[in-house]
């Protein structure tokens, strides 16, 4: 069973641009998670989607921000970088409320 | 969320016990977590523990809850190089919504020397 595939593996940008990181959950997975990994902050929570809604949401600005798709595959975009937006991002799926988590590789974005 | 308390580093010896300890805050967690981390790659998901259980023994890993006090530990047997990493406990907080989020402490280095 494949796990969570998150695309790109790498991506470097500079301020103001925008980005979009995609994630495709395990296969019967309808619930996929974003969190955010830096040095300074740890792991923090972005939002959580279930059915193509959003039910959760952290305590981020709103220039981050995503959805899913109705075969559970989900994107976050991050709107008018800022050089402390690097950071590796998580995508987590679990098959429903409450269930283990499990993530992929992550995404490493650089802001130059 | 309030903070998950680890502590920041520990090293053993190739062979010996490993203990990682951790302080959660929610307790009405359904599960607790213990996620791994190594260099560059993503989170796995090492084990984890009902909140109604005292504990869980799954091959080398035990993990132990005191809900009493709100204390999670990860026993590692006959610690080995490769489990050298980072280790995370994490909690589950739930909203009204039925959304969650899993809240995570700071994270364990394990060091295992030779």
């Known amino acids: 069973k494949a796990g969570v595939t998150q695309t790109p593996r790498y991506l470097i940008k500079t301020r103001g641009q925008q980005v979009t990181l995609s994630c495709s959950p395990i296969s019967g997975h309808r619930s996929v998670s974003w969190y955010q990994q830096t040095p300074g902050q740890g792991l923090q929570f972005l939002f959580e989607y279930f059915s193509e809604t959003q039910r959760n949401k952290g305590n981020f600005p709103g220039r981050f921000s995503g959805r899913q798709f109705s075969n559970s595959r989900s994107e976050m975009n991050v709107s008018t970088l800022e050089l402390g937006d690097s950071a590796l991002y998580l995508c987590?799926?679990?098959?429903?409320?409450?269930?283990?988590?499990?993530f992929g590789d992550g995404t490493r974005l650089s802001i130059l | 969320g309030e903070d998950v308390e680890q502590s920041l580093f520990l090293s053993v010896r190739e062979g010996d016990s490993s203990v990682i300890n951790c302080t959660y805050t929610?307790?009405?967690?359904?599960?607790l977590y213990w996620y791994k981390q190594e260099p560059g790659a993503g989170l796995q998901l090492l084990t984890y523990?009902?909140?109604?259980?005292d504990m869980k023994q799954d091959q080398r890993l035990t993990v132990l809850l005191n809900k009493k006090d709100k204390h999670l530990s990860l026993r590692i047997a006959d610690t080995q190089t490769g489990d050298s990493a980072i280790y995370f406990c994490?909690?589950?907080?739930?909203?009204?919504?039925?959304?969650?989020?899993?809240?995570f402490g700071k994270g364990t280095s394990l060091l295992v020397t030779p």
């Open positions: 994490a909690e589950s907080e739930s909203n009204s919504n039925s959304g969650y989020a899993l809240n």
């Open positions: 929610d307790s009405s967690s359904t599960y």
């Open positions: 523990i009902f909140s109604n259980m």
């Open positions: 987590a799926s679990s098959l429903g409320t409450d269930q283990p988590q499990h």
